[in-house]
């Protein structure tokens, strides 16, 4: 009986071996396929391990109160009183947009001198695309006076291919500096450089335009948004600058500076009413690439997607550290708040109920 227990403790050894051969056999197509299918996932949750943030910004508080004057507004900022309001720009490249164009035009208009608006007849991607804008702009005759708007004509790419989108929506930014010229624009004059989902609020342009003393140039922190105001992500939009315009003054959306302005609007990133209208920016923006399989743009899919506040393209936070990261992997909280939004949202609750606590259904077109 010992002899026969030896021998099956030795030949579970000798076995051991080939199970492990088996389970490597098993396991590694897994892991490869799982890489293969989820690379781009996993390559940001490792993130931290490889890539440093960028250096922080100087945070500017940013003090408003209603029924408070402009000179006392100013002087807590550290600045004075101008004589005169300044003339503002507002500088955006369009893609398509449309509703919330027309919430920020009301935001800015009492504040704007031009909206220059530029929209090209190609996607970034290099894909043709209807002009917009010019299909829809009788929608925005209250601002008829002050717009100045131009077309860009894009490369088209090829049959199944894309184009550079970094390449394309260069070009358009280069490109907003001959109409900002053909506008009027001065030295001395405020420009806001932001995408057109990028607004500013109405006490931000009032602070920028009246006060002497501002940098010449400052970001401004957005409270960033995802598919409508009850999804609200952070507070880490700050591409959208102010520019006190000058002979050096270049359309750009990239870092400009070291310094920024706390809580000075709003980033309300695929914030659309029709599902079509997801499936166009997806294939159409810069980040095009995100689409990986076809059922990406299921209809049925974005909508529960929409719901949830899930990711579009199933990826993880773009964050530097892994608490960070963590701290923001699952769906987006639900906010029932709807204070200290675009005035002219509330105005018309109904029209936009979409962006609105409880409106995450969409329609299909």
Known sequence: MAGSGRSNRFSSRRA????????????????????????????YFFRP?????????????????ENVSMEHLCHLHGWSLRSQPRRVFDAI??????????IRWHELLPYVTKFVILESNTTFTGIAKPLFFAQNQAR?????????YGVFSGRKASRRSYEDPFILEGEQRVAMNALLKQAGISNGDLLIMSDTDEIPSANTMKLLQWCDGIPPVLHLELRNYLYSYEYLVDFSSWRATSHVFGPRTRYRHSRQTDVILSDAGW??????????????????????????RRDFLDYSRIQKIICRGD?????????????????????IPRSVSAIHLPAYVIQNSDKFKFLLPGGCVRSPK
């Open 93 to 102: 490249i369009f893609s398509n947009e449309l509703d919330i164009l027309e």
């Open 49 to 65: 391990l490889w890539d440093t943030p960028p250096e922080p910004f100087i945070r500017l508080p940013h003090y408003y109160a």
């Open 267 to 292: 980033h309300c990133s695929f914030c659309f009413r029709h599902i079509k209208e997801f499936v166009f920016k997806m294939t159409a923006y810069s980040h095009a690439d995100r689409v990986r």
């Open 140 to 148: 925005f005759n209250f601002a008829e006076e002050k717009i100045v």
């Open 311 to 331: 990711d579009l393209f199933d990826m993880l936070p773009e964050e530097y550290t892994f608490r960070e990261l963590i701290k923001k992997m699952g769906s």
């Open 16 to 43: 051991s071996p080939k199970c492990l051969l088996i389970f490597f056999l098993i396991l590694v197509p897994i892991i490869v396929l799982g890489i293969f299918s989820h690379g781009q996932k996993i390559s």
